[in-house]
C-alpha cells in the first residue's frame, strides 16, 4: 500500500476575511493544493475548540484556522477573544501531545488572496511531510466499523 | 427532509474542471436528497426556473446550490426558492467556483473536492431552520451632540427633510470654535457673517429641539431605537421667560473675576452671562462657581434688575429622555495649550515656548479673538501685555502636532492654513509690521489653499522660515525666539512682540467617557473611529450612531460641514424605512440549562446580553439567565464558543450545523 | 574614507544607540537650541542627514561632533524623541574606532589626557591631566596666568590619589576598549 | 480551635450568618463537611490537616439567596474558588460571611495521619497560608516544612518529552477513564446545569468510554478550566482511577500565569481571564 | 541619617569647597556620610564622548562598591557624576547585552537596587522644614540666580523630576531659607562644560551670557550644584573680565555653601575664601544691615523673636 499520502486538511475560516479572502484567490484564479477543506463560521470569534477536537476526530491530518487581522474584526473584537483562547488551547494540546504541526493558525484579511494561498500551501507541504495523524486516528480505531480501517495503520 | 442538490457548471468557470454531472450524479446518493440535477447557469431565469420547478414537483424542504462564492449569488437563490415557498433560510451554497474550480487544475481532484463542498452543504442544511428577517421599527428622530458647525449642519438637514432633531450643546451657546474665529480661509469672508444665519436658522426652526447648556448622561437601545438621558444644567435663568435683554450682565458687580472662554481668556465677563452677543439661545446663565450670591448668599443684583422676574438660584441640574432613531457625534476638538506639565495630565507640555507664562505668547484661538471684530480688541491688533501694536510677530506651527515626544504623532492638518492666514490678516492690519512663520512643511491640499498660502509669502511678503523654533523666553518685553533656519543651515533670533503657537487639535477630554456611553470606538488620541476608514467614514461599529467633523480627526470647515450632511444623510437613510430588516443571524440563549455565569456578556462586544430573571408562578426568584437584545447583537458567536454548557447559540451558525459540516468531514 | 564599509558604520551606529538615525526628520529644533551653535560650521541636524545620507564620511570628519558639549538639550526638546546626544557620542566614537583624523584635535587630545588619568590612577588628577594636554596640544600659554592663583588656593594637588582597584581600572580600559573591536 | 469555634458561634447568634458551611468530626473520626445552623451546632465545628474538602462547591446552589448571608469556613484555596464563583456571578460577596482559617496543609489520604509523605499536592506550593480576604480569621495553622513540590518536578519531565511520548503518557493515562465524572462533580468551578457532555444535540464528546470518547473529556473539561481552575485539586482526588488530572489544571494555570500574568481568584477586581483580551496578547503562533 | 557619599574627583579638587561645605551643612543637619570605599572617576564627560561602554562600565564599579558597602542611598553632589551614575545604572537596568558586557568587565554580577540622589533631592529628602528650622542668619538682603545647567534636568526621564525648561526646586530650597531668588532666562542653558580647557573661548561667551542674563534680573549671587557649572562661571569669570572691560563680577556660590551661611556655619569652614571672584561683598551685603528691614519695623519685638534676632547678629 505504497499510495502516496495526501493530507486532509480542514479549515476553519470567518467569513468576512479570511473566506473573502479566498474568494479573491478565486477570483485571482491563484493555484493551490486541493486537500483543505473551508468551513465557514461568521467569526474567528465562534470557533470552539471542540470543532478542532471534532475534526481530528473525523480524520483530520490537519486543522487551520484563519480570520481577520487584530483590529480588523468585523465584531470588534471576536478575534481578540479567540486569540486569547488559542493561546491557552495551543498550549494544552502541546502539553497533551498534539504539536504545533498539527494546527496552525493564521491572520488573512479579504486582500490578502495570495497570502491565503501560500498559508494553504505550506500547511499542506508541512502537514504532508509530517505524515498521517496515526496517534489520533489510533483513537478513532476503536469505534470505527472495521471496513474504514483500510490504511496502513496497525489496528491495536 | 428533501432536499434537492443543484449544481451550476457557471458556463465553463465550474464545468472546466469540475466535473459537474459526475457530482450531480455523487449527491443524488447522499441521505436525504430527493432530486440533483446540473445545469449551465442556475443563476438565470432557465436555471432559477429549474430550482423552483424541483421545489414543487419534489416538495423540497432544503435546497443546495453548488455554485459561485455564496458572497456572489446566496441572495439570488434565497430568493428564488423564496417565491416557490421554501424559507430562505432553508438553503445552502457550495461554493465551487472561487473555492475550487477556479484554484484547482487536476480534474479528478477537483471533481472530489465539489463533491465534499456538496455534501458539507447537504448535512448542515438538514440542521437548518426556516429564519424570518428581524423587523425593528424606527424612530424617526434624530439627536445631535455638540452645536458647533457640523452639528448644526446635520440638525439643519435632517429637520430640513422634516424629521425631528434633538440638539445638544454642552454650552451655553450653539456655534462652537467657528464663531470665535474672525475669518475663514482660503477665501477671508467673515465667520460669523457665515454662520450666525445659520444659528438662528437652528433656533427658529420648528422641528429642532435646542436643548443646550445640557449634556449627554446615558444612551440605552440600539439602531433606530436610542433612548437618550440629558442633563439640563442648571442656568439659574428660566429660558421660558428670559427675553435676552441683558441687563442682568450690565448690572453684575462681578465683572473681572472671570475670563470669558469665548475670548480664550483674553477678556473678562460678568457671573451672569450669554458667551458673545449672538449667541443662540440669547440667554444668559450664572456662573456659580463665581456669582458673589452663590459664594456669600448676598447680592442679587441680577433679580433685582430682571423685570421678567427670571433669575431662579434655586434651579437644578434635570433630566430628560429623547427617543431618538440616530444619533449624530459633532462634539469637535479642543485646543492643546498647555506650558508647564501639568500634574497628573497626559500631556508633556511646552515649557519651552513659554504659553501661560508669558503673556505674549498665545496659541491661534486667541489671536483669532485678536483679530476678530468682536473680539477683545474690537479687531485692533494689539497684543495682550501692554495692548501695543506688535511690530514684529512671530508664528510657530506644529506645536504639539507631529511631535511624538511632548504631543502627538498626527498632523493637526489645518494648521498650516490657518497661520497662513493669521499671517496674512496681520500684515493687512499693521502694513510695517514683520510676520514670521516657523514650519516644517507646508501642508496646503485643498481647494484654492496652496495658492492662498502663496499669496501670503509673494503678496503680503510674509517670512516663511523652515524649522522648528527651539526655546522663546522673554527680555525687556521683547519675546526672544531661537530658530534655526534649516535651508540656510543659519541660526536665526528673532526678538518679537507677539508669538502666535499654532498648537494642535486634540480630542475632547470627555470624549472617550462618551464613547462608552455610545459604545463606540475611540483611537489612541480619542478620536472617534469610524467604522471603515475608506468606505465607511461617518458610520461607527454601532448601528445608528454617526460622526460628524473634528471629533473624528482634525477638520476643517468645509469639511466637517461636508461629514455634517453625510452624518444626516446616513441618518435619513435609516428613516426612509419604517421598519428595519436585519439578518435574524443573532444568539439565542437556552434559559434551561443557562447556568448564569456571564461569560457571554464579557465577551460581547454589542452589550447585547442583558440578566434575566426566571421566576416561578408565585414570583419567587428561580434563576438568573442571560438574555440576548436581539438589535443589539451583530451574530458573531463569541459567547456561543464561550459558554462552557453551549446554553447560547448562534442561530444560522448553531452547534448542530457545525458539527454535521465536520462530521462530514470524515468522509473526504 | 579608507576601506570603510558604509553598511558598518549604520549598524555600528545603530547598535550604541538603539536608534534608527531615519526617525530624525530634520526639523532643526536641536540646532536652534544648541549652545555650542555658534561656534559649529554644521548645525547638529546636518550631522544626522550626513549619516541618512550615507555620507558618513562627512559626518565623523565634521568638527560639530567635537563641540557637542553634551548638555542634552536637544534629546530634551526633541519632537521625534531621537536622542541627539548619544547620537553624537556615537558617532565620535565610531570616529576614533575608524581612525578618522578629528577635526578638532583640541577637544579629542583633552578627552584623551583626561581617560588616561583615570586609566593611571583611577580617578582624574588634574595637574597631570593639565600637564599631559598641554604636552600634547602644544597650547602652554593657555591659562597659565590662573595656575599660581589656582594652586594658591589649594585646588590642584601636586600628587595623584591612587585607587587602590587600580588594577580592575585598567582591565575595564583595556577590555573595554577590545569590547569596541 | 476554639478560636474558629468562638468566631462561627458569635457569628451565628450575631445572625451574620443564617448558617455556617464547615467541617466537623464524625464518630469515625473523619472530617466531614458540616452545616452549623445553631450557635450549639458551631461546638461541633473544626478544621485541622484533615478537613481536605472545597466547601466553596456548594455554594452555586444558593445563588439566588434572599434571607440572609451564608457563612462558609475557607482554606486560601478554597477562598479563590469563592472569588471565581463570585465573579462568575455563582454566589454574591454580600451573601457571604467568609470565614478563613490560616491553614498550613491538608491530608492526600485522609485515612492516615499528615507528614511529609502525606501532603495534597497543592500544599506543597501554595502561596498563601492566610486566604487574601474574610470577614473572620482563625488561625488554626502550625509550623509544618513542605515537602518537595514533586509534580512541578513530573511537569517538567513531561515538558522535556517529545510530543509523541507526551501523547502515549496521557493516552494511557486517559485509557483508565471510566467517565464517571466524579472530577466534575466535586469541582467547585464545575455549576453548569447541563454539561456539555451531556449536551446531545450535537453530541460534541462521546460519552462512550473509548479512548477517543475519553481523550475529547479531557481536554475539553481541561480547557474549560483553562483560567478558572482554582487549584484545590479536587478532581484528582475524586478520581477513583488515579488520573494526574490536576497536571493539566495547573499545566494551564501555568500558561496563564506566563502568557498574560494572570493568577486567578486571587482578587475580586482581577478581570477574568476569559472574557477579557489585551490587544498585546502574544500572536507570535499566527501567521 | 546615614548615607552613601561619592564626592567624585572635582570635590577632592577643584571643587574642594563644595566639599567642605557639604560636611559642614550635613554635619548640622546630622547626617551621617559614609564615603564609598576606594571610588574611582565616573569617566565623566570624557567617557560618554568616546566610549560608550566605558561611561557604562567605570560608574558600574562604584555601583557595585555601594552595594557591597551595603548601602541604599547613594549622594552624588557632583551634578556630573549624578548625571553619570544614574544613566549608567538606567542602561545596566534596561540594556541586557550592554549588562552582560559590563558584568564580564567587572567579573561580578550587577545588581539594582541603589537609589542615587543629588544635592537638591537630598535637601528634599531631609525636608525643607529641617532646613527652616537651622537657619539662623537672615539672607533676604541678596537676590540669588538659581543655575542648573544641564545635568540636574537632563535627561529628561531620569535626573530630577522638575520642569526641564524652568525648573524651580532649588529656588525652594532658597526660599525655604529665607533666601529670595530671581525669575530668569538661562536657568537650563549650557556653560560649555568640558571645553573649559580646550575652547575656552566658547565657555567664556556662554558663561558671558549666563551671567548677563542673571545680572539683568537682579542676581548679586549666582547659585550652583555642580562642579563644572562652578568652575566654568567662577574661574572663567577671570578671562571674561579681560575681554569685557565693563563686566561686573558676580560670585559663585555652592547651594550647600548659601545654605550653610543661613544655618550661621564659618565662612572659612564653608570655603568661601577659595572663590577666584571674591564672596567678599556678597558677605558684607548680607551682614551690612545685620537687622533685615522687616524685623527692623517690628522693634520692639516679643521676646521669643529677640533671642533669633540676637543670634542672626552674633553669627
Given at each position: 500500500m505504497e499510495e502516496k499520502f495526501e493530507p486532509k486538511i480542514a479549515a476553519f475560516v470567518c467569513n468576512w476575511c479570511t473566506y473573502t479572502g479566498a474568494d479573491l484567490a478565486g477570483t485571482s484564479r491563484l493555484k493551490q493544493e486541493a486537500n483543505a477543506r473551508l468551513i465557514r463560521v461568521p467569526c474567528t470569534g465562534r470557533i470552539d475548540p471542540v470543532f478542532i477536537i471534532k475534526a481530528f476526530e473525523n480524520g483530520a491530518d490537519g486543522v487551520l484556522i484563519s480570520g481577520c487581522h487584530p483590529g480588523d474584526c468585523h465584531y470588534n473584537a471576536g478575534n481578540f477573544h479567540a486569540r486569547r483562547r488559542w493561546i491557552l488551547f495551543k498550549n494544552l494540546l502541546d502539553f497533551i501531545g498534539i504539536d504545533s504541526s498539527r494546527l496552525y493558525f493564521s491572520w488573512v484579511s479579504a486582500s490578502e488572496g495570495k497570502k491565503w494561498v501560500d498559508i494553504v500551501d505550506g500547511v499542506i507541504d508541512a502537514v504532508r511531510a509530517k505524515g498521517p495523524f496515526k496517534q489520533y486516528k489510533k483513537m478513532n480505531k476503536e469505534i470505527e466499523?472495521?471496513?474504514?480501517?483500510?490504511?496502513g495503520v496497525s489496528v491495536k | 427532509m428533501k432536499i434537492g442538490v443543484f449544481v451550476c457548471h457557471c458556463g465553463e468557470n465550474i464545468g472546466r474542471t469540475v466535473n459537474c454531472p459526475e457530482v450531480s450524479k455523487a449527491c443524488a446518493s447522499f441521505p436525504g436528497v430527493v432530486h440533483s440535477e446540473d445545469y449551465k447557469y442556475m443563476c438565470s431565469d432557465p436555471g432559477q426556473n429549474l430550482i423552483k420547478q424541483a421545489i414543487r414537483e419534489k416538495h423540497l424542504d432544503a435546497v443546495v446550490v453548488g455554485s459561485c462564492s455564496p458572497h456572489m449569488h446566496e441572495k439570488t437563490f434565497r430568493k428564488a426558492c423564496a417565491s416557490a415557498g421554501i424559507n430562505s433560510y432553508m438553503v445552502e451554497i457550495a461554493n465551487l467556483r472561487e473555492h475550487c474550480s477556479w484554484i484547482h487544475e487536476d480534474i479528478n481532484q477537483a471533481t472530489k473536492k465539489a463533491i465534499d463542498l456538496m455534501r458539507f452543504a447537504v448535512e448542515r442544511v438538514k440542521f437548518n431552520q426556516p429564519l424570518e428577517t428581524i423587523k425593528v421599527p424606527v424612530t424617526k428622530r434624530s439627536l445631535v451632540i455638540g452645536g458647533g458647525i457640523s452639528g448644526i449642519q446635520a440638525a439643519l438637514d435632517i429637520a430640513n427633510a422634516g424629521f425631528e432633531v434633538v440638539l445638544v450643546e454642552k454650552e451655553p451657546s450653539i456655534g462652537g470654535h467657528m464663531s470665535q474665529l474672525s475669518e475663514t480661509f482660503p477665501t477671508l469672508d467673515c465667520s460669523q457673517c457665515i454662520l450666525t444665519p445659520r444659528m438662528v436658522e437652528v433656533y427658529q426652526h420648528p422641528k429642532i429641539k435646542l436643548l443646550s447648556y445640557s449634556e449627554v448622561e446615558h444612551v440605552e437601545g440600539f439602531i433606530g431605537n436610542f433612548k437618550v438621558t440629558i442633563r439640563r444644567k442648571a442656568k439659574s435663568v428660566k429660558e421660558e421667560l428670559c427675553t435676552g435683554c441683558g441687563l442682568c450682565a450690565e448690572k453684575c458687580p462681578i465683572k473681572k473675576k472671570a475670563l470669558s472662554e469665548f475670548d480664550e481668556g483674553l477678556s473678562n465677563r460678568p457671573a451672569i452671562y450669554v458667551p458673545f452677543p449672538q449667541a443662540v439661545p440669547n440667554v444668559p446663565v450664572i456662573d456659580r462657581s463665581v456669582c458673589t450670591y452663590f459664594k456669600t448668599g448676598k447680592c442679587e443684583m441680577c433679580k433685582k434688575v430682571c423685570g421678567r422676574e427670571a433669575i431662579d438660584f434655586t434651579q437644578q441640574d434635570t433630566f430628560v429622555t429623547e427617543d431618538v432613531g440616530s444619533i449624530i457625534v459633532a462634539t469637535g476638538y479642543k485646543l492643546y495649550s498647555i506650558d508647564k506639565k501639568p500634574e497628573d495630565s497626559i500631556y508633556k507640555g511646552y515649557g519651552e515656548y513659554g504659553y501661560g507664562k508669558f503673556k505674549n505668547v498665545i496659541n491661534g484661538l486667541q489671536f483669532e479673538r485678536i483679530a476678530s471684530a468682536s473680539g477683545p480688541t474690537s479687531g485692533?491688533?494689539?497684543?495682550?501685555?501692554?495692548?501695543t501694536v506688535p511690530k514684529k510677530i512671530v508664528f510657530i506651527q506644529c506645536v504639539g502636532s507631529r511631535d511624538e515626544s511632548k504631543g502627538f504623532s498626527y498632523c493637526s492638518k489645518i494648521c498650516c492654513m490657518y497661520t497662513a492666514k493669521h499671517a496674512m490678516l496681520y500684515k493687512h492690519k499693521v502694513h510695517d509690521g514683520e510676520a514670521y512663520v516657523f514650519y516644517m512643511d507646508i501642508r496646503s491640499g485643498g481647494k484654492n489653499y496652496e495658492e492662498f498660502v502663496r499669496r501670503a509669502i509673494e503678496e503680503d511678503h510674509v517670512n516663511y522660515i523652515r524649522g522648528r523654533v527651539s526655546r522663546i523666553y522673554e527680555e525687556d518685553g521683547k519675546l526672544i525666539v531661537k530658530g534655526e533656519d534649516t535651508i540656510a543651515g543659519l541660526p536665526v533670533v528673532i526678538e518679537a512682540d507677539l508669538v502666535v503657537l499654532a498648537t494642535a487639535m486634540i480630542a475632547q477630554q470627555e470624549a472617550p467617557k462618551l464613547a462608552q456611553t455610545l459604545n463606540i470606538s475611540y483611537d489612541k488620541y480619542g478620536y472617534f473611529q469610524e467604522a471603515h476608514p475608506k468606505l465607511r467614514p461617518v458610520e461607527t461599529n454601532t448601528g445608528g450612531v454617526f460622526l460628524a467633523g473634528a471629533c473624528h480627526s482634525p477638520r476643517d470647515i468645509p469639511e466637517s460641514v461636508a461629514m455634517g450632511s453625510a452624518a444626516a444623510a446616513k441618518s435619513l437613510v435609516l428613516f426612509g424605512a419604517d421598519m428595519l430588516e436585519r439578518e435574524p443571524i443573532i444568539a439565542k440563549v437556552?434559559?434551561?440549562?443557562?447556568?448564569?455565569?456571564?461569560y457571554c456578556q464579557k465577551v460581547c462586544a454589542y452589550n447585547a446580553i442583558e440578566k434575566k430573571e426566571i421566576r416561578d408562578r408565585l414570583g419567587n426568584l428561580q434563576k438568573v439567565v442571560a438574555f440576548v437584545n436581539s438589535g443589539l447583537c451583530q451574530g458573531c458567536g463569541t459567547c456561543n464558543a464561550t459558554c462552557p454548557s453551549k446554553s447560547i447559540e448562534l442561530i444560522g451558525f448553531k452547534d448542530d450545523q457545525i458539527f454535521a459540516q465536520i462530521n462530514a468531514f470524515a468522509e473526504v | 574614507m579608507k576601506n570603510l564599509k558604509a553598511k558598518d558604520f549604520k549598524q555600528k551606529l545603530i547598535a550604541i544607540t538603539s536608534q534608527d538615525p531615519a526617525q530624525c526628520y530634520q526639523c532643526g529644533k536641536c540646532s536652534a537650541g544648541c549652545p555650542v551653535r555658534d561656534f559649529a560650521e554644521a548645525p547638529p541636524n546636518r550631522v544626522v542627514r550626513y549619516v541618512q545620507l550615507g555620507l558618513y564620511d562627512k559626518a565623523m570628519t565634521s568638527p560639530t561632533i567635537w563641540l557637542c558639549a553634551g548638555c542634552q538639550t536637544c534629546t530634551s526638546r526633541c519632537p521625534q524623541e531621537f536622542d541627539l546626544a548619544k547620537f553624537m557620542d556615537a558617532v565620535r566614537e565610531l570616529a576614533i574606532a575608524y581612525g578618522v583624523k578629528s577635526a578638532d584635535k583640541k577637544t579629542q587630545e583633552f578627552h584623551e589626557a583626561f581617560l588616561k588619568q583615570i586609566e593611571n590612577f583611577?580617578?582624574?588628577?588634574e595637574l597631570g591631566m593639565l600637564i599631559d594636554y598641554k604636552l600634547k596640544s602644544k597650547d602652554f600659554f593657555q591659562d597659565v596666568d590662573l595656575a599660581p592663583s589656582t594652586f594658591s588656593k589649594g585646588k590642584l594637588s601636586l600628587l595623584p590619589h591612587n585607587v587602590k582597584g587600580k588594577q580592575q581600572i585598567k582591565k575595564i580600559f583595556k577590555e573595554s576598549g577590545e569590547v569596541k573591536k | 480551635m476554639n478560636e474558629l469555634k468562638q468566631i462561627c458561634k458569635d457569628a451565628l447568634s450575631e445572625k451574620k450568618a443564617r448558617f455556617i458551611i464547615g467541617y466537623k468530626e464524625d464518630k469515625n473520626k473523619r472530617i466531614k463537611p458540616f452545616i452549623a445552623k445553631t450557635p450549639e451546632d458551631a461546638e461541633q465545628l473544626t478544621f485541622n490537616h484533615h478537613a481536605v474538602n472545597n466547601l466553596a462547591v456548594y455554594l452555586p446552589r444558593f445563588k439566588n439567596n434572599v434571607e440572609g448571608k451564608i457563612g462558609i469556613v475557607v482554606k486560601s484555596c478554597d477562598l479563590k474558588a469563592v472569588t471565581a464563583l463570585i465573579q462568575e456571578n455563582q454566589i454574591k460577596r454580600d451573601d457571604l460571611f467568609i470565614i478563613g482559617v490560616n491553614c498550613s496543609g491538608v491530608v492526600l489520604d485522609i485515612a492516615k495521619e499528615f507528614n511529609k509523605d502525606n501532603t495534597q499536592i497543592k500544599c506543597k506550593y501554595c502561596?498563601?497560608?492566610?486566604?487574601?480576604?474574610?470577614d473572620a480569621l482563625a488561625d488554626e495553622s502550625k509550623d509544618f516544612e513542605m515537602p518537595d513540590d514533586d509534580q512541578a518536578e513530573l511537569m517538567a519531565k513531561i515538558d522535556k518529552m517529545t510530543s509523541d511520548e507526551r501523547l502515549e503518557f496521557w493516552n494511557a493515562e486517559f485509557e483508565k477513564c471510566i467517565k464517571c465524572y466524579a472530577c466534575r462533580q466535586v469541582c467547585p468551578m464545575c455549576y453548569c446545569e447541563k454539561c456539555i457532555v451531556e449536551k446531545s444535540e450535537p453530541q460534541w464528546i462521546d460519552t462512550s468510554s473509548t479512548a477517543r470518547g475519553n481523550f475529547s473529556w479531557n481536554i475539553i473539561r481541561a480547557f474549560h478550566m483553562a483560567g478558572r481552575c482554582i487549584g484545590c485539586h479536587e478532581c484528582e482526588r475524586a478520581c477513583p482511577m488515579g488520573i494526574p488530572l490536576t497536571l493539566l489544571t495547573r499545566k494551564m494555570g501555568m500558561v496563564a500565569s506566563s502568557e498574560f500574568g494572570y493568577r486567578h481568584?486571587?482578587?475580586?477586581?482581577e478581570p477574568t481571564l476569559i472574557g477579557t483580551y489585551s490587544t498585546s496578547d502574544k500572536e507570535d503562533f499566527i501567521k | 541619617m546615614k548615607l552613601g557619599y561619592y564626592p567624585g574627583c572635582s570635590l577632592n579638587g577643584t571643587a574642594k569647597e563644595f566639599n567642605s561645605s557639604l560636611k559642614e551643612v550635613f554635619a548640622a543637619l546630622n547626617v551621617d556620610l559614609e564615603e564609598l570605599n576606594d571610588w574611582s572617576c565616573c569617566g565623566a564627560t570624557s567617557a560618554h564622548v568616546t566610549s560608550h561602554i566605558l561611561s557604562v562600565a567605570l560608574p558600574a564599579r562604584n555601583l557595585l562598591i555601594a552595594k557591597k558597602q551595603g548601602l541604599n542611598e547613594l549622594l552624588a553632589p557632583c551634578a556630573a557624576c549624578y548625571s553619570r551614575l544614574v544613566s549608567s545604572q538606567q542602561e545596566l537596568k534596561l540594556d541586557e547585552k550592554m549588562r552582560m558586557k559590563v558584568e564580564d568587565l567587572l567579573e561580578e554580577k550587577v545588581t539594582n537596587g541603589l537609589q542615587i540622589i543629588n544635592l537638591i533631592q537630598i535637601f528634599q529628602k531631609i525636608g525643607l522644614d529641617k532646613l527652616k528650622e537651622k537657619k539662623q542668619v537672615d539672607i533676604s538682603k541678596i537676590k540669588a540666580a538659581c543655575y542648573y545647567g544641564c545635568l540636574l534636568v537632563r535627561p529628561v526621564d531620569i535626573a530630577l523630576p522638575d520642569d526641564m525648561e524652568s525648573p524651580d526646586s532649588m529656588e525652594a530650597i532658597i526660599k525655604s531659607i529665607g533666601g529670595k531668588t530671581v525669575d530668569w532666562n538661562f536657568k537650563t542653558e549650557c556653560c560649555g562644560a568640558a571645553h573649559s580647557i580646550a575652547h575656552t573661548d566658547i565657555v567664556e561667551k556662554l558663561c558671558k551670557g549666563i551671567i548677563d542674563n542673571a545680572q539683568k534680573h537682579g542676581a548679586d549671587v549666582i547659585i550652583v550644584a555642580c562642579p563644572m557649572c562652578h568652575s566654568n562661571l567662577d574661574m572663567r569669570q577671570l578671562n571674561i573680565i579681560k575681554h569685557y572691560p565693563d563686566h561686573k563680577p558676580i560670585p559663585v556660590l555652592y547651594l550647600s555653601q548659601l545654605v550653610g551661611l543661613s544655618m550661621g556655619i564659618d565662612e572659612k569652614k564653608l570655603g568661601l575664601g577659595v572663590h577666584y571672584i571674591s564672596t567678599k561683598p556678597l558677605l558684607e551685603k548680607i551682614k551690612s544691615d545685620a537687622l533685615p528691614t522687616e524685623v527692623k519695623k517690628e522693634v520692639p519685638a516679643p521676646p521669643v523673636s529677640n533671642d533669633k534676632i540676637k543670634k542672626g547678629v552674633e553669627a
Open positions: 466499523i472495521p471496513v474504514a480501517a483500510e490504511e | 485692533e491688533m494689539l497684543r495682550p501685555s501692554d495692548k437556552d434559559a434551561t440549562t443557562c447556568a448564569g455565569c456571564f | 583611577g580617578r582624574a588628577y | 502561596q498563601a497560608k492566610t486566604p487574601p480576604y474574610y481568584g486571587m482578587s475580586l477586581t | -
